[in-house]
């Protein structure tokens, strides 16, 4: 691990550890150390790691039928394709591989929508803060410039607005012309969970100026899809009705799949030839979506993901309030925000490593926690335990 030389590009700089073995909350290192987690994979592992049921899926379907060819019928994406579409209240979906594949899916058909209109430059309404992959198209997407820089990514494609702010929105709406959707995070991963300032009402205020611009409403459910706030979908949160919604992440609980879905003025862009994958929806990563969204459907996890993070929230904040720490998030994507200006530098470290706590930071001073959405009572103990600790050793 420590070699001089390593054959793979730096694009990241991983911490000094590597684990061996998962089992729901838990990693383990090689010399059985367990760790407990509460990143799982960054929102991917929701279910926990190596869920029997996902584990069980896989083994039985790597040794029958791994991938044919979307050239040919496949049952389990048809499977798949009903139990996400009708757990997220969409008409169809198209299966990509990854989160930014499925938002690239939803901007192509951002201008598509534009072309039919007759449009030269389509152009997307997108947030401050937001992220929403590494593509050439989503990372023009994506809000950080650090992500933008040096790749001469198409910027006047998006018009960036400050996220939870309708009336800038509708200012944009009037500045520009050929404007064809708007594209946001329910709750902003990695900007820093951030939520707007109205909560889910906000998804009805665009809902409203998309019906009546006639623009397509795009949500971005790649991190707080599929349970993680508990609901399948944040925007269930509202009674929005989005025209596209993509996700991935907890998709697969660790299999890489993506889907972008459609219903409303999207519902039919898409027609063959619009858009293609060789390995999307395969047999094997079909099956594995169904049984993720029969655990979800058939289990009380997601109503665990709610009880769980509100215990976590409300003891976290109780205990820590003096320190001038709060607390946001919903469900099992939960923020706890350090007041401006505290060094984490090394927060995640010392987590790691004095408490066997895995989690991450964003936006600069939050604590990002992601933990599995059927952790038990035992284990947000342990975790609040933990976490507060550290919290009080750095902020004394
Ligand atoms: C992680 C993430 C993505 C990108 O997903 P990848 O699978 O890494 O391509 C896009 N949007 C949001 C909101 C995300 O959290």
Same mark, same amino acid.
């Given at each position: 691990m420590s070699a001089s030389h390593s054959y793979i590009m730096p694009t990241?700089?991983?911490?000094?550890?590597?684990?061996?073995?998962?089992?729901?909350?838990?990693?383990?290192?090689?010399?059985?150390?367990?760790?407990?987690?509460?990143?799982?994979?960054?929102?991917?592992c929701g279910l926990g790691h190596c869920h029997p049921k996902v584990t069980q899926a896989i083994q039985e379907?790597? #040794?029958?039928?791994?991938?044919?060819?979307? %050239? =040919?019928? +496949?049952?389990?994406?048809?499977?798949?394709?009903?139990?996400?579409?009708?757990?997220?209240?969409?008409?169809?979906?198209?299966?990509?591989n990854s989160g930014a594949e499925a938002?690239?899916?939803?901007?192509?058909?951002?201008?598509?929508?534009?072309?039919?209109?007759?449009?030269?430059?389509?152009?997307?309404?997108?947030?401050?803060?937001?992220?929403?992959?590494?593509?050439l198209l989503t990372v023009t997407a994506t809000a950080n410039p650090k992500a933008r820089e040096g790749f001469f990514t198409l910027d006047s494609d998006f018009i960036r607005v400050p996220f939870g702010d309708i009336e800038a929105i509708r200012q944009a709406a009037q500045d520009n012309e050929e404007v064809t959707a708007v594209l946001l995070e329910p709750i902003q991963g990695e900007g820093g969970l951030n939520?707007?300032?109205?909560?889910?009402?906000?998804?009805?205020?665009?809902? #409203?100026?998309?019906?009546?611009?006639?623009? %397509? =409403?795009? +949500?971005?459910?790649?991190?707080?899809?599929?349970?993680?706030?508990?609901?399948?979908?944040?925007?269930?949160?509202s009674n929005a009705k989005p025209d596209v919604v993509s996700t991935a992440k907890g998709l697969g609980n660790g299999f890489p799949i993506?889907?972008?879905?459609?219903?409303?003025?999207?519902?039919?862009?898409?027609?063959?030839?619009?858009?293609?994958?060789?390995?999307?929806?395969?047999p094997l990563g079909s099956r594995v979506v169904h049984t993720v969204y029969d655990v979800l459907s058939n289990t009380d996890i997601m109503q665990n993901a709610v009880t769980e993070g509100n215990y976590i929230q409300q003891t976290l904040s109780e205990e820590l309030k003096e320190l001038g720490v709060t607390t946001r998030g919903h469900g099992m994507m939960i923020g706890v925000v350090l007041p401006k200006g505290t060094d984490c530098g090394s927060f995640v470290d010392q987590a790691r490593d004095?408490?066997?706590?895995?989690?991450?930071?964003?936006?600069?001073?939050?604590?990002?926690?992601?933990?599995?959405?059927?952790?038990?009572?035992?284990?947000?103990?342990?975790?609040?335990?933990?976490?507060?600790?550290?919290?009080?050793?750095?902020?004394?």
């Open positions: 990241y700089s991983p911490q000094p550890i590597s684990f061996t073995r998962g089992e729901g909350s838990w990693l383990y290192t090689a010399d059985n150390t367990p760790y407990l987690d509460a990143l799982t994979g960054i929102a991917v379907q790597a #040794a029958t039928l791994v991938h044919t060819s979307n %050239l =040919f019928q +496949i049952e389990w994406q048809e499977k798949a394709a009903e139990a996400l579409c009708t757990a997220a209240g969409m008409d169809s979906v198209f299966f990509a938002n690239e899916a939803a901007l192509k058909m951002a201008r598509l929508y534009g072309h039919q209109k007759g449009y030269k430059k389509p152009k997307v309404i997108v947030m401050e803060k937001s992220f929403h992959g590494r593509t939520t707007a300032k109205d909560g889910f009402a906000y998804l009805e205020q665009v809902q #409203a100026l998309c019906d009546e611009q006639d623009w %397509l =409403f795009m +949500i971005d459910e790649v991190q707080t899809g599929n349970g993680r706030t508990g609901k399948y979908f944040a925007f269930q949160h993506g889907a972008c879905m459609v219903r409303g003025r999207a519902r039919d862009l898409f027609q063959v030839g619009s858009h293609g994958s060789t390995y999307g929806g395969t004095t408490e066997q706590l895995i989690l991450n930071i964003t936006g600069g001073h939050v604590i990002r926690l992601l933990p599995p959405l059927n952790m038990k009572r035992d284990e947000s103990d342990q975790l609040i335990e933990r976490l507060s600790r550290l919290i009080k050793a750095t902020l004394n």
